[in-house]
């Protein structure tokens, strides 16, 4: 069977709020889910004191079968780097958003139109980059309620 692998180019955030009134330090979480693994979780590095961090950075999954990305979302979040507790500031989640994973009603499948429209022209343009600019918005973690 014949496998391929997705690319997300983490490239930067605009106007991140401060968290607890104070200038943060952020970074990006991403795990393509249904896997909820350690393996499946990637994120980029910690930018110091900034509110419009450039990340410039990929993160590869690989072993996916073009149908496995029907079925699969990719759930982007955004922390504020803290020495105690990271504080999540926001998020996003590339995939269909049918509500639905391999025949099974699940939470995290409730793309926007505009985040399953990003992922649905990627899975139109294989070996090609697709761009977006999306909104962060608020929703409880998969990991949190995948237990």
Request: aromatic share 8%.
């Amino acid at each position: 069977m014949e496998t391929g692998e997705v690319q997300i180019w983490v490239k930067d955030c605009k106007n991140l709020p401060p968290v607890r009134g104070v200038i943060i330090d952020p970074f990006v979480k991403c795990t393509v889910l249904p896997d909820t693994s350690r393996k499946s979780r990637q994120k980029t590095r910690v930018v110091k004191r900034t509110a419009n961090p450039m990340f410039n950075h990929t993160m590869v999954y690989d072993g996916f079968r073009p149908e496995d990305l029907k079925e699969a979302c990719a759930e982007i979040t955004v922390w504020d780097h803290d020495r105690l507790n990271n504080h999540y500031i926001g998020g996003l989640r590339l995939g269909l958003g049918t509500g639905k994973s391999y025949g099974t009603e699940v939470v995290w499948m409730d793309s926007t139109a505009g985040e399953a429209d990003l992922w649905q022209r990627m899975l139109q343009s294989d070996g090609e980059w697709v761009e977006d600019v999306l909104p962060l918005r608020m929703f409880v973690m998969a990991k949190s309620t995948s237990k």
